[in-house]
């Protein structure tokens, strides 16, 4: 069956540091993945999206990469602060007609001052 | 509106009761998603609209689960004979295309529900 693993352990890290959150998934060939941000009590937010052809993505100081040999996309934040305490989700999308979306469980990140 | 709107936002039943949870999207948008999402996950998918149309529903748990969009517009997902373990949150998004292939999904705040 399909797999998306994300972090399960909360990550703090100091501000000012690069934070990197993994995804890895299994028994999948995703057309594309997504990354979101959720705040407590709020729905996911988008951030960013990386095709399967894509090796990486950027976004001011958000940075994705997408290794569809290891299964496995990464979720750099740099130059972290405290406002980018928050769950960040990976989500596929598989093209099996329809593009469903597959959720990954989420990784809590805290930023310390 | 200017985002995807959930009401109720929070909605408490007792077992065995019926509920409706409604969803309004983005206007225009014609992609609309249900997920459930419980305590320290990720969203689950339940049910996808292209339209008026359920194009995917692989996700709904059981026949008690329902959803409709009559008019491509305003979504209704509805519970028959609640129990205990569908208390989550329901979380409804829109995009602007379902078939496309890199849309962004934009979200609501979701009903929580609870059922007693």
């Known amino acids: 069956s399909q797999k998306i693993e994300q972090n399960s352990e909360a990550l703090n890290i100091q501000e000012g540091k690069t934070a990197t959150l993994t995804c890895n998934y299994t028994?999948?060939?995703?057309?594309?993945l997504q990354w979101y941000r959720q705040d407590p009590g709020r729905g996911p937010v988008f951030l960013l999206l990386?095709?399967?052809?894509?090796k990486e993505k950027r976004k001011e100081r958000l940075k994705v990469t997408f290794d569809t040999t290891l299964k496995q996309s990464l979720f750099h934040i740099t130059a972290s602060q405290p406002a980018d305490s928050a769950t960040y989700l990976c989500?596929?999308?598989?093209?099996?007609?329809?593009?469903?979306?597959?959720f990954g469980t989420g990784t809590r990140l805290k930023v310390l001052a | 509106g200017a985002g995807v709107s959930q009401t109720p936002s929070n909605k408490v039943t007792e077992k065995g009761k019926y509920v409706e949870l409604r969803c309004d999207p983005i206007?225009?948008?014609?992609?609309l998603y249900w997920y459930r999402q419980s305590l320290g996950q990720g969203p689950e998918f339940l049910i996808y609209?292209?339209?008026?149309?359920?194009?995917?529903d692989s996700g709904l748990p059981n026949d008690r689960f329902f959803a409709v969009r009559p008019e491509g517009s305003v979504s209704t997902l509805k519970i028959q004979r609640t129990e205990r373990g569908d208390s989550a949150v329901y979380l409804c998004?829109?995009?602007?295309?379902?078939?496309?292939?890199?849309?962004?999904?934009?979200f609501g705040p979701g009903t929580r529900l609870t059922v007693l």
């Open positions: 998004a829109s995009s602007l295309t379902g078939s496309g292939r890199y849309n962004e999904q934009f």
């Open positions: 028994n999948y060939s995703p057309a594309y």
């Open positions: 990386i095709r399967e052809n894509e």
């Open positions: 989500a596929l999308v598989r093209s099996s007609g329809t593009y469903k979306y597959i």
């Open positions: 206007s225009g948008h014609t992609a």
């Open positions: 609209f292209q339209g008026t149309g359920a194009a995917d």
